[in-house]
């Protein structure tokens, strides 16, 4: 089995020392050890992968082949793509499953999980991650890894914001972190949903906000997809920082998926981001 998680260096933050969350940057020292992304678990049915680029040498060498991609793409987009389908073999391996297939892709791009898994894949800089879940347990899972320092700040608020959600961004100094704090828990639910519902819908049709004191977003989906997803449907995306990364998730429990409607949904979205567990 592949090593389960190793470290990625610190770069200088460019973004205020406080943040929405309340704690303080790890300011960045070249001769401390690096980060060590830990991050909280999403509850006892999830099992998680945590790869680190340096680990792209042990990765089986027929993922490339299994899931082959353009000729012409780069070699740091493919081995972004390599080290993530790695993560989504170890998080199923992790699962119960001996020997996986490659996870390959469906028509619309979303990951083809075996069946009866729900799973959700998100790589950032060095880092790729994957969640898998039995679907007899989480009905919907979608997971989306953001390096804070990487984020064109006027740029991706501008795409991704609605007119609260900019306002919220902009109402203290720590602007960057909160766009990419609603960047990455859009592309959450996006890869939440899509795979349910097959549609594409952009930033604006969904609308978030922040709950500071669960470290969470509640969100309102502001058009109609399908008979699941449709016009008012809620939820819960919930965020971790860790270091100049910010990870968000968002899941449904099977068992709270009859029960679903408008006005009473409730989201599982994990403890405080205090609450550190290695995932490995």
């Known amino acids: 089995m592949m090593p389960a998680c190793a470290?990625?260096?610190?770069?200088s933050p460019i973004i205020p020392a406080r943040s929405v969350f309340g704690v303080e940057y790890a300011k960045a020292d070249e001769s401390v050890r690096p980060l060590d992304l830990s991050l909280t678990s999403l509850g006892s049915h999830i099992t998680l992968a945590?790869?680190?680029?340096?680990?792209?040498?042990?990765?089986?060498?027929?993922?490339?082949?299994?899931?082959?991609?353009?000729r012409n793409v780069s070699?740091?987009?493919?081995?972004?793509?390599?080290?993530?389908?790695?993560?989504?073999?170890?998080?199923?391996?992790?699962?119960?499953?001996?020997?996986?297939?490659?996870v390959m892709r469906r028509a619309g791009g979303d990951p083809d999980w075996p069946a009866g898994i729900?799973?959700?894949?998100?790589?950032s800089g060095p880092w790729a991650i994957a969640a898998v879940a039995s679907r007899s347990c989480?009905?919907?899972?979608?997971?989306?890894l953001e390096d804070v320092l990487s984020i064109p700040e006027m740029e991706i608020a501008e795409t991704v914001c609605r007119a609260s959600e900019l306002r919220w961004v902009f109402e203290r100094g720590d602007s960057r972190l909160r766009t990419a704090m609603l960047f990455s828990a859009k592309e959450s639910v996006y890869k939440a949903l899509y795979p349910w519902c097959q549609q594409f819908f952009d930033f604006h049709a969904v609308e978030l906000t922040w709950i500071p004191e669960q470290n969470t977003f509640r969100g309102v989906l502001l058009t109609e997809l399908n008979d699941e997803f449709s016009l008012g449907f809620c939820f819960e995306v919930h965020c971790q920082q860790i270091g100049h990364f910010v990870f968000t998730y968002l899941t449904i429990n099977a068992d709270d998926y009859g029960g679903w409607n408008k006005s009473s949904a409730i989201v599982r979205t994990g403890?405080?981001?205090?609450?550190?567990a290695d995932t490995g």
């Open 118 to 123: 729900v799973g959700s894949i998100t790589h």
């Open 271 to 276: 403890t405080n981001i205090a609450d550190k």
């Open 50 to 70: 945590v790869l680190h680029q340096s680990q792209i040498e042990h990765c089986p060498s027929d993922l490339s082949d299994a899931c082959p991609l353009r």
């Open 138 to 144: 989480i009905w919907i899972l979608g997971i989306d």
């Open 7 to 11: 470290d990625s260096q610190l770069g």
């Open 75 to 102: 070699s740091k987009r493919r081995n972004e793509f390599i080290l993530g389908r790695a993560a989504a073999r170890l998080a199923l391996i992790r699962a119960g499953s001996p020997n996986p297939f490659p």
